[in-house]
């Protein structure tokens, strides 16, 4: 089953590099208008909220082991500090991003 999961990861990916719909340039955008006002621009703050937990969803058990009690908050906060610390790749495709953002923090132990 786990072979399974990772091979839908991997098309999902793939895909997702040829179309790139969403840069870290995009995302980052959106989640500063949701810390600061999410009625401001509450389509692309919202987009964005929901395409970093939809991607942190599909990784966890895969790729990340988020703790059971994590609020969607940290999740987004983890991303907005790493999209803020990293302005020089903001430009790649922001399932990318946000892979690599969560799996400083919560990448599965594997023993």
């Given at each position: 089953m786990k072979i399974l999961r990772l091979s839908i990861?991997?098309?999902f990916f793939n895909s997702a590099h040829a179309a790139n719909f969403e840069t870290g340039n995009t995302i980052y955008s959106g989640l500063e208008d949701w810390?600061?006002?999410?009625?401001?621009?509450?389509?692309?703050?919202?987009?964005?909220?929901?395409?970093?937990?939809?991607?942190?969803?599909?990784?966890?058990?895969?790729?990340?082991?988020?703790p059971p009690n994590?609020?969607?908050?940290?999740?987004?906060?983890?991303?907005?500090?790493?999209?803020?610390?990293?302005p020089q790749t903001r430009h790649l495709p922001a399932d990318v991003l946000i892979n690599q953002a969560l799996?400083?923090?919560?990448?599965?132990?594997?023993?």
């Open positions: 990861l991997f098309i810390k600061r006002d999410s009625s401001a621009n509450v389509i692309r703050a919202s987009t964005s909220y929901g395409y970093v937990i939809g991607v942190h969803d599909a990784l966890q058990e895969i790729l990340l082991c988020s994590i609020t969607k908050g940290q999740i987004v906060d983890v991303v907005i500090n790493y999209l803020r610390e990293n799996v400083r923090f919560y990448a599965c132990n594997k023993k």
